[in-house]
Each structure stands twice: as structure tokens, then as C-alpha cells.
């Protein structure tokens, strides 16, 4: 028999937690480097070349940095619903409507561009709230589960777009036959940079504004307690159903303004398309469920894996399969995952084992 | 030779440590065959632990066990029970969405590896024939009640064989006819020459159903007497290493009133009418029981008053301010406190801390917080006094309530409660599955509350408790109010009648 067991810590802290996720990565990647080995490749020199395609130039840095404002929008939107116990699996969709509405007036109408960027941002945020409000009401009012609602919703989105794209605001103009027109006003870049817009600033600001709230707002404990306990949320008087539906609405509302920064920050994404979203959605739920719902841990996880998905298209070039980076991807993951549920457990010896199991029991 | 043969587990000098505590300190412990043999003492006596190395689930640092002789050694659940101990745990082991007859296989060698359902049920039947308990096979076992659960988990520990049958504080789950009833099904066990170990702090049970009682207390054995002439006030005494008072100061001269019911009528959570009528007032510095079996309205009356249920008709005010349908929030405002029934559904979030779920009352005041910012140092202060006041025992205020034992847990919601019932204390079963020191204290804040001039209503089905603490006692029966006595008046036999929805002049 084997001497030691695993035994359930009863407190983590989020030291500990974060050390575990990083050997994770790190174990993630050298498992990985291993299976690229024995395919006979050279895991050493594509490592390098990872390296070199981000932080060889400032042009791999950038890539990086406009690749994550998407992702950490709709990693940001999950995360805070997470808190509450609530899946929100709809932030694609949300994301899509917002740049969907964004592009209903940026391409339309004719002010001056700041209004039209304040005008675009107020109108996505709606658009993103208004796509999950038929989930939030249901959940709240009926309890109909939130994951399928949003998730289903994801389509109706997609086929709008592509009915947009398509169709009514298909843009007649030029040779793109599968797009709109772009949009008017597109955001200034941040000073010394060539590719990287505002945009990047507000996902930053919305994380440390959250981490703020949970950390020390009465708002913030009342979602984390109905996060732990609705009945005894309610029992204290705290209003479920209200918070409920507010936290949805504004998860969605966060969604739908990635859709519009990414529709005005972007460089070459200025028009709405059947691709616009990058699976952005799917990336910023990864991101979300490996930060544990911490916001601060978000933005970290969501610049990691941005840069490994950068990296994972510099490869491609390189003429590496996209399935094998597929599969780096999904192992690199999976070791952040066993990470974080390896900190939560110590090694005991087989005899004490038992005793902390006694004393829980 | 022949005592031998009469022993069916016989368990010699068990010590058992969990990293560096001594839990079990040289532990003997034999069980004739054909007798129930109760297992008492408090929480962290080393009851469950020593049941749970006869059942093979811990292994004993020393000690030996022998099962009709011959010593054992367990290196898991299986093997005792294929030597024939088996043990029922307090929290089943069942799994909901199956019928009895699936559940009754799941996991046993004797399962055929292609089976139908017919074969399942009729196996079942069979099972059950052999032992004498009936549970319909074909039902899921979340159609049952918790009392036909345990009967379900009872056969399957016994359809593998077990000749000894452990049963870790059966009756906490149950209501008073369903432990009445499971009391029948453990004679009819014994009379069958099976042994049963009773796990319990309840002395009044322990004492009608066992032959003989071993105590212990703190890891250690106290003593192994036969039941016949013990009384609970030396059983109290042995468990606990101290003589306990159980004496309350009563308060006959009760203040103006405080809680107003009038003609209440409300619907429980499947809709149907669960008080029908209620009229009831409690009083400033007095304590109001309620005495009746489980589920004849309690637990909607304590949840229209604070404001968890609004009632169809009728009202209710509390200090003359019409609470009728008043949301939680403004009944708790007015002084009001609440120990739910179940405080693991609405007293607290066993993921979230101590700390956390020590201010769910107080977050919004200005002690705690300022506007919308929380004052995080007032916080912890706060968490950290509340703890101590209530004598909450925890490694830290950081850690999930959760993880804390369930005497624990209760103490601290029981605290948190008492703080914000300036007027009104609502406590629905207030020491369940508490032991002989925590019921103590629980029920000494209660009456610390009442003296500085609360009103205090107490929900209980357990009939000694009621008339322990309070000052006035209401029968209620099929959600109404059956009679009100006061303390002079108060007749066990009558109450007990009222119980039963018998002997009653519906009060009005």
C-alpha cells in the first residue's frame, strides 16, 4: 500500500493556491514538452520560439495584450456571477450582441466620435444585459437552470450576426461579401503603442473595482453569501431574487461591452462578421473557472492564456499541426486545474491520514 | 467456554490517537449476543470512533477485536461486515433517485452481474421476508421518509450478513413515532439473536431501549452497568464528570405583550393549510413553549412570525407594529432573532467563515459598516467576541463554518440570534442533536434573554424540554393551538393528551 495519503485541507489561502496553479502550468508544460518529445519534435526549440514570438518584439507583446481584452471582458462578466453560484455559459453571446447593437448606430450615425464611442459603449453594455435578462428572470423568479438558458442563447446571437453580416446590414460597398460596413470611430491607442487601444484599460479597471467590492463592500458580502447559502441569504433579509437578476444583468452588460471594445479597439475588426468572435466566450468561462472567481486572478490567468494562444498561432506558422497545439493547450490547462485541486489537500502519512478524516467526521 | 460462545464482539484495550490527540484511550467494550447495547456519552466522548473501528473504518493503533472468538483485523468497511458488523451512519448512505430494491445491491457481492429490475425487487422481497422489515421495493428512495430510509439502510447492512448492527444516533433524524417505530424494529431484531450498539446523548431513549449502557466520557471508559435501575441524572452525571443542575428560575409575573397572533392561517411549502387559526400571544420576559409533535405547524408558525412565510389570513403584530406581512428584514429590525429549525438550510453557508457568518445579522449597521463600505478590523472584532461569547469552539474565524462540528455550528447562529432579539426570540428546536453541556448553555442564553426582558417563543418536540424552560406551555396540534398553561397548571399527562388531539378545548 502506498504510505501516504491525501488529506482535505480545511483553510486555503490564496498563496497557496496561486503557488500550486503556477507548478501546475509549469508540470502542464513539461508533460507536454514529454508528448512532443516522443513525436520526435524538439520541444526545447518550440518553447524558444513560443518565447521569442511573444517577447521577442513589441509586436508579440501587443498581440498578446489585444488578444486578452476580449477574453478578459467575458472572463471578468463569469467571474462575478461565479461568485454568486451562477453559471453564466451565455457571454459569447452577450459579447456578440453588444457589438451587434454597436455597429447598429457606429456604422449609422453621423456625430462627433466621441459621442458615437460613448453612445456605442452605453448601447452594447444594454445589448449584453438585455440578452440575459430572459436567463436572470427565469432563474431568479422560477428557477430555470441559467446554464442551458444562456448557453442556448449563444445560437440565437451567432444566427442574428450572421443574418446581419449576411443580410440586412451586409456592407454593399466593398468586395467583403460576409460582413458589415465598419464602424465610424474607433478608439485612440494607448500612447507608445501601435496595436493596443484604451480598451485594455478597462478590463483592468473593472477587475481591481470588483476585487474592491468583494473585498469591502456590504454588495459584495451580500452576493458572496448567497453565493454560499441562498436560504440563509434570504433568511437575513437580503433580497435574492433582486441581487440575483442585478448580477446577471450586469455580467451580461460587461459581456456586451467586450463586444464593443473589441469592435472599436481591435485592429481589423471594425465590422461585425460570422467570426467576430474568437470563441472569446469559451476562453473567458476557462479563465474564470481556473482564477476560482478571483478578479485579480482573472486578469493574471487571462494574460497567461492569451499569450500561450499567441504563442499557439506563432507555432502554426511554424507548421505545427493545430491539433497538437490544441492538445498543449488542453494539458497545459488540465495541470492549472489539478493545481488548484492539489492545494486544497496535504499528503499525510497513511496513519495520520485517517485521524483527519476522524476529526472532520 | 461458555461465556465465549454468549460474546459476539468482544474489543480489548483499544487506543486510537488522531494526529497526536488521544481519542480512545484502552478502550474494552464487549456485546452479548441478543442484547442492545447503548454506546453513551457528549460529543468527542470517542462513541463514533470506537463504533467506527469495530466497523472496519478506522484501524485501531492497539487493541484487538474478537468477533465469536476469533480475533479480527479490519482493513476496511467490507471486512467487518463480511466478519458481521455493520454499522447505519447518521447520515445515509443511500442513493435518492433509485428504488429500495437497487439500492438494497448497489456494492453487494451476492449482486448477479446481469440483473433486471424484476429479479432486484423480487431478491428484495426476499431479503426482507428473511429479516421481518418491511419497505416497498419498487419506490425511489427519495418518495420515503427519512424513517423508511433509515429501515432501507438498516436492510442493507443486514442483508450482507451482519449479525452485529451499529447504529450511530438513529433517533437524531427522526420524529417521535418514527423512533418509536424503529424502537420496534430493534426489539424485533434482538429477539432474533442480533446484537444492536444504540450510539446516543439522549438518556430517556437510552434508557428505554437498552439492556445494558456503557458510558464514556473523553476517550475513556466510565463504566458498563446494566440499564435496569439507572436513572438520568446518574447517566448525566457519569457523561459528563460534573453534577449538572437542571433546574430554570421561572418568571410568573410576565411583562406586556410582545408577539400577537390573531387568527392565523397559512399554507406550508406543498401548499396545503398548516395553521388553521392561530391565535397566540407572548408576553415580554416570559418564555412561551410549544409543545407538540413534529410537524402539526411549528415550523410554519416560527416562519410566518419572522417573516420567512406570509399567511393567507389573519395577523400578526409584534409590539403593536402590524407584521403581517412583513419582509425578514423589517421583523429582524424590530428585534427580532430566529434560530431556524435546520440551521444548515437557513441559519448559515457552511462554505463560507466563521467570521462571515457571524455578521450576516449585523453587516448592515453602522458598528460594521459605513454607507456601502464594510469596516473589515470592526469586523473581525465582532466575529471574534461573538465566538467567544457563544463559546464557539474554532481554530479560527477564517475557516468554513462548515467544517465545524454541528454543536458548534449551533452555538454560533444560537449566539448570533440572541444578539438581535432585543424583543423577540424565536428558537424552533434549539439543542436537536446537541449534547448534555451545549443544550445546557444553549438553553441558559435563552434564559438570559428572557430575564432582561425578551419575549421568548420555543418550538420543541421534545416534552421534558418544554417543561423545563418555560414559563407557559401551548399545545398545538394540526396547526392550531389546542390549549395554553400556565406554569402552575402545567400536568404532563393532559399536555401529552393535547399532544394527541385529545382532551382539548380548542383555545381561542
Request: aromatic share 6%; charged share 20%.
Given at each position: ?234 433568511f437575513a433579509g ?124 | ?250 418568571n410568573?409575573?410576565a411583562g406586556a405583550p410582545v408577539l400577537a ?21 407572548v408576553n415580554a420576559g416570559e418564555i412561551l413553549g410549544i ?10 408558525l416560527a416562519e410566518?412570525i419572522t417573516g420567512l ?7 400578526i403584530s409584534i409590539n403593536?407594529t402590524?407584521v403581517?406581512?412583513g419582509?425578514t428584514r423589517q421583523i429582524a429590525a424590530l428585534g427580532v432573532g430566529h434560530i431556524p429549525e435546520?440551521r444548515?438550510?437557513f441559519g448559515m ?9 457571524a455578521i450576516l445579522r449585523h453587516?448592515r449597521t453602522?458598528e ?14 465582532f466575529?471574534?467576541r461573538l465566538?467567544?461569547a457563544g ?19 449551533q452555538r454560533l447562529v444560537a449566539r448570533r440570534e440572541s444578539m438581535i432579539a432585543d424583543r423577540l426570540l424565536v428558537a424552533a428546536h434549539p439543542t ?9 448553555e444553549v438553553q441558559s442564553a435563552i434564559v438570559e434573554r428572557r430575564d432582561t426582558g425578551c419575549a421568548v417563543l420555543m418550538i ?9 424552560m418555560s414559563d ?37
Amino acid at each position: 500500500m502506498i504510505p501516504f495519503r491525501f488529506a482535505r485541507r480545511l483553510e486555503v489561502d490564496s498563496r497557496r493556491s496561486n503557488t500550486y496553479r503556477i507548478l501546475g502550468a509549469i508540470a502542464g508544460l513539461i508533460l507536454a514538452g514529454l508528448l512532443l518529445l516522443i513525436t520526435s519534435r524538439n520541444p526545447f526549440r518550440l518553447f524558444g520560439q513560443s518565447m521569442e514570438a511573444i517577447f521577442g518584439s513589441q509586436r508579440g507583446i501587443e498581440g498578446v495584450l489585444v488578444q486578452s481584452i476580449p477574453i478578459l471582458m467575458c472572463a471578468i462578466g463569469v467571474a462575478l456571477s461565479l461568485r454568486m453560484k451562477i453559471w453564466n455559459i451565455g457571454s459569447d453571446g452577450q459579447f456578440l450582441m453588444g457589438a451587434f447593437a454597436a455597429v447598429g448606430i457606429g456604422t449609422k450615425l453621423d456625430i462627433p466620435h466621441w459621442l458615437l464611442i460613448i453612445l456605442m459603449a452605453l448601447i452594447a453594455a444594454a445589448a449584453g444585459a438585455l440578452w440575459i435578462l430572459v436567463p436572470a428572470l427565469a432563474r431568479a423568479y422560477w428557477g430555470v437552470n441559467e446554464i442551458i438558458t444562456t448557453l442556448l442563447l449563444n445560437f440565437v446571437a451567432l444566427q442574428l450576426v450572421l443574418w446581419a453580416s449576411l443580410g440586412f446590414w451586409r456592407d454593399r460597398e466593398t468586395q467583403v461579401t460576409q460582413s458589415t460596413e465598419s464602424v465610424k470611430a474607433v478608439l485612440p491607442r494607448l500612447p507608445g503603442l501601435d496595436s493596443v487601444s484604451i480598451a485594455f484599460i478597462v478590463p483592468i479597471v473593472l477587475a481591481v473595482v470588483l476585487f474592491l467590492v468583494f473585498r469591502s463592500t456590504r454588495l459584495g458580502y451580500e452576493i458572496d453569501m448567497i453565493g454560499g447559502n441562498a436560504n440563509a441569504a434570504s433568511f437575513a433579509g437580503i433580497n435574492v431574487r433582486r441581487r440575483i437578476v442585478g448580477v446577471m444583468l450586469v455580467t451580461g452588460a460587461i459581456a456586451g461591452l467586450g463586444g464593443m471594445l473589441q469592435l472599436t479597439g481591435a485592429p481589423g475588426a471594425q465590422a461585425l462578421s460570422g467570426g467576430f468572435s474568437n470563441k472569446f466566450g469559451l476562453s473567458g468561462f476557462i479563465v474564470a473557472a481556473l482564477a476560482g472567481a478571483s478578479f485579480i486572478g482573472v486578469v493574471v490567468a487571462g494574460l497567461f492564456i492569451s499569450a500561450m494562444f499567441y504563442a499557439g498561432i506563432a507555432l502554426q506558422t511554424k507548421g505545427l499541426s493545430v491539433y497538437i497545439i490544441f492538445g498543449i493547450y488542453g494539458v497545459v490547462l488540465s495541470g492549472i486545474a489539478v493545481g488548484e485541486m492539489l492545494a486544497r489537500f496535504r499528503m499525510v502519512r497513511r496513519s495520520e491520514a485517517t485521524s483527519t478524516q476522524g476529526a472532520a467526521a | 467456554m461458555g461465556e465465549t460462545t454468549n460474546l459476539a464482539v468482544e474489543a480489548k484495550g483499544i487506543s486510537k490517537s488522531f494526529g497526536g490527540a488521544l481519542a480512545l484511550d484502552n478502550v474494552s467494550l464487549d456485546l452479548r449476543k441478543g442484547e442492545v447495547h447503548a454506546l453513551l456519552g457528549e460529543n468527542g466522548a470517542g462513541k463514533s470512533t470506537l463504533s467506527n473501528v469495530l466497523a472496519g473504518l478506522y484501524r485501531a493503533d492497539s487493541g484487538t477485536v474478537l468477533v465469536d472468538g476469533e480475533e479480527r483485523e479490519f482493513h476496511s468497511p467490507s471486512q467487518a461486515i463480511a466478519a458481521g458488523i455493520g454499522m447505519v451512519h447518521q447520515h445515509f448512505r443511500l442513493v435518492l433517485p433509485m428504488t429500495v430494491a437497487e439500492n438494497l445491491h448497489l456494492g453487494s457481492p451476492d449482486t448477479p452481474a446481469v440483473v433486471s429490475q424484476k429479479k432486484l425487487v423480487a431478491s428484495a422481497r426476499r431479503i426482507m421476508d428473511e429479516i421481518g422489515l418491511e419497505v416497498d421495493p419498487t419506490a425511489k428512495v427519495w418518495q420515503l421518509s427519512v424513517g423508511e430510509q433509515q429501515r432501507v439502510e438498516i436492510l442493507r447492512v443486514l442483508a450482507r450478513g451482519a449479525r452485529v448492527l451499529i447504529l450511530d444516533e438513529p433517533t437524531a433524524v427522526l420524529t417521535a413515532q418514527e423512533a418509536k417505530e424503529l424502537f420496534a424494529v430493534i426489539r424485533q431484531l434482538v429477539a432474533g439473536g442480533r446484537t444492536v450498539v444504540f450510539i446516543s446523548h439522549k438518556l430517556n431513549e437510552v434508557i428505554e431501549i437498552s439492556d445494558r449502557i456503557t458510558v464514556l466520557r473523553g476517550g475513556k471508559h466510565v463504566i458498563t452497568r446494566d440499564t435496569a435501575g439507572a436513572t438520568p441524572r446518574e447517566l448525566a452525571r457519569l457523561m459528563t464528570g460534573e453534577e449538572l443542575e437542571n433546574k430554570v428560575e421561572h418568571n410568573t409575573s410576565a411583562g406586556a405583550p410582545v408577539l400577537a397572533l390573531s387568527e392565523v392561517v397559512a399554507r406550508n411549502h406543498r401548499g396545503i393549510v398548516a395553521l388553521h387559526g392561530v391565535n397566540l400571544t407572548v408576553n415580554a420576559g416570559e418564555i412561551l413553549g410549544i409543545a407538540g409533535v413534529s410537524g402539526n405547524g411549528q415550523t410554519e408558525l416560527a416562519e410566518v412570525i419572522t417573516g420567512l412565510r406570509h399567511p393567507q389570513s389573519g395577523s400578526i403584530s409584534i409590539n403593536g407594529t402590524d407584521v403581517t406581512r412583513g419582509s425578514t428584514r423589517q421583523i429582524a429590525a424590530l428585534g427580532v432573532g430566529h434560530i431556524p429549525e435546520d440551521r444548515l438550510v437557513f441559519g448559515m453557508a457552511g462554505s463560507a467563515s466563521v467570521r462571515d457568518n457571524a455578521i450576516l445579522r449585523h453587516y448592515r449597521t453602522t458598528e460594521l459598516s459605513s454607507g456601502l463600505r464594510l469596516r473589515r478590523s470592526a469586523i473581525i472584532d465582532f466575529a471574534k467576541r461573538l465566538v467567544a461569547a457563544g463559546r464557539v469552539q474554532t481554530r479560527s474565524i477564517n475557516m468554513p463554518a462548515g467544517q465545524m462540528s454541528g454543536g458548534n455550528q449551533q452555538r454560533l447562529v444560537a449566539r448570533r440570534e440572541s444578539m438581535i432579539a432585543d424583543r423577540l426570540l424565536v428558537a424552533a428546536h434549539p439543542t436537536r442533536g446537541l449534547d448534555v453541556l451545549a443544550t445546557k448553555e444553549v438553553q441558559s442564553a435563552i434564559v438570559e434573554r428572557r430575564d432582561t426582558g425578551c419575549a421568548v417563543l420555543m418550538i420543541s418536540d421534545d416534552l421534558d424540554e418544554v417543561m423545563l424552560m418555560s414559563d407557559r406551555i401551548a399545545v398545538m396540534y394540526e396547526g392550531q393551538i389546542m390549549g395554553v398553561f400556565n406554569r402552575s397548571e402545567f400536568d404532563r399527562e393532559r399536555i401529552g393528551l393535547m399532544m394527541g388531539g385529545q382532551g382539548a378545548e380548542v383555545h381561542q
